[in-house]
């Protein structure tokens, strides 16, 4: 019997490999769409794994750092170390911010933590650690930096002693690493000027200046000490203590909130990008949806073109299964050249995407599955169409 849809193929060849690469093209973007989505993911993972913390001690009653604001005295470590499981600290100071590199702005975050202790970058691919208290930084290859460059950071200009890779906040920024006391005066104390206006109308304010209350000495000394502030502390905890356990008694004793590293990835992944991936699962399904409907066209439009070879096939006494085989296979042959040529090209321009991009085998397999189950069902209409073909048609005018 001869394979009407491979005879039909070979004599559009052309067209048939043209129209497989426009659908290609929408796979892509396709398989683009979700490897956006699982860089989210990872994004937002990736410091997590990089401090190696099993808890965050946090503001009380708040989602910090990263999904809401948190506060912290810097002296709250010193409280925490002795508690029972707790075999490491660290203050954490976080902070999103533009900085300049080659006369353009670039938005970076900006993490402080002590040097030697939790909190800092996992691994360097250039030059050394942070290794003095003030105006050295380590900062991601993403940002463009280079070793022996200079980041300005608020008033202050620090050098560049080392480039780490993959360490990027939970919005994909890159990150710059300081010392933990740059940090603070970065986030949390004012400039002279400020200073200088917060006296001035402190010192005219009747309510400041009562006897018996605090005086302006007083009030700017406090603002000035708001500076020894942190956004969170880490913990590691001792081997054979349950973090969950030594949390609970965190929460329970000291007035704070902590989470756990399940937690608080659970924060991340849950809080702060749930709203992009309902965008990006709403996008994958319109999609679909016009792949499905681009491939029921194409099929149908093939279909009709061959009426009289289908009319002669049934005149010959062809089983209907056999040209629905026919039309499926056309159908289906376009699904596995769209699906490659898709998949080379979302291969090929994830890298330059602003945002990361991570293309995983398991979603390949699944995108491929749903290409030829979308292919089938779209060939229906056309199979329906040449089911219904009169072989008078054959030898019809």
Not at 20 to 46: E, N
Not at 173 to 198: G, H, R, T, Y
Not at 361 to 383: E, N, Q, W
Request: with cysteine; charged share 20%.
């Amino acid at each position: 019997m001869i394979n009407l849809a491979r005879r039909d193929v070979a004599n559009h060849l052309g067209r048939y490999l043209l129209t497989g690469f426009g659908l290609g093209l929408l796979i892509g973007v396709t398989l683009t769409m979700a490897g956006v989505y699982r860089g989210m993911v990872d994004d937002a993972r990736v410091l997590l794994r990089a401090v190696r913390a099993d808890i965050w001690v946090v503001q009380q009653n708040t989602l910090g750092p990263f999904a809401e604001p948190s506060s912290l005295q810097d002296d709250v470590d010193r409280s925490l170390e002795g508690l029972p499981g707790v075999a490491e600290t660290g203050n954490v100071a976080y902070l999103t911010m533009q900085v300049k590199h080659g006369g353009k702005d670039l938005r970076v975050m900006v993490a402080g933590y002590a040097p030697g202790r939790l909190g800092g970058p996992a691994f360097l691919v250039a030059g050394r650690p942070i290794a003095r208290s003030h105006y050295e930084a380590v900062a991601d290859a993403k940002t463009g930096f280079k070793v022996g460059d200079r980041i300005r950071i608020r008033r202050n200009d620090y050098t560049v002693v080392g480039l780490t890779r993959r360490m990027v906040s939970s919005g994909g920024d890159p990150m710059v690493f300081i010392s933990l006391k740059d940090a603070q005066e970065a986030q949390f104390l004012k400039d002279n000027d400020a200073i200088v206006n917060d006296r001035n109308r402190l010192a005219v304010n009747p309510a400041v200046n009562r006897p018996g209350q605090p005086g302006v000495l007083e009030a700017v000394e406090a603002i000035q000490t708001a500076s020894h502030r942190v956004n969170a502390v880490l913990l590691r905890v001792e081997q054979g203590h349950d973090p969950r356990q030594v949390a609970d008694n965190i929460k329970r004793w000291k007035h704070l909130t902590a989470y756990t590293s399940v937690d608080m990835e659970d924060i991340l992944v849950a809080k702060l990008i749930a709203t992009a991936a309902r965008q990006i699962a709403l996008f994958l399904i319109i999609l679909a949806v016009v792949s499905a409907a681009i491939v029921a066209f194409i099929i149908y439009t093939m279909t009709l073109g061959k009426i009289k070879e289908i009319a002669v096939l049934k005149l010959i006494g062809t089983r209907d299964r056999t040209i629905a085989a026919m039309i499926m296979q056309e159908a289906l042959g376009l699904g596995v050249i769209g699906f490659f040529v898709g998949k080379f090209a979302a291969t090929l321009w994830a890298p330059v995407f602003p945002k990361h991009v991570l293309l995983e085998t398991g979603d390949a397999i699944r995108a491929f599955a749903l290409t030829l189950v979308i292919c089938a069902l779209a060939s229906l209409l056309a199979i329906r169409a040449a089911l219904h073909i009169d072989p008078a048609e054959a030898i019809g005018g």
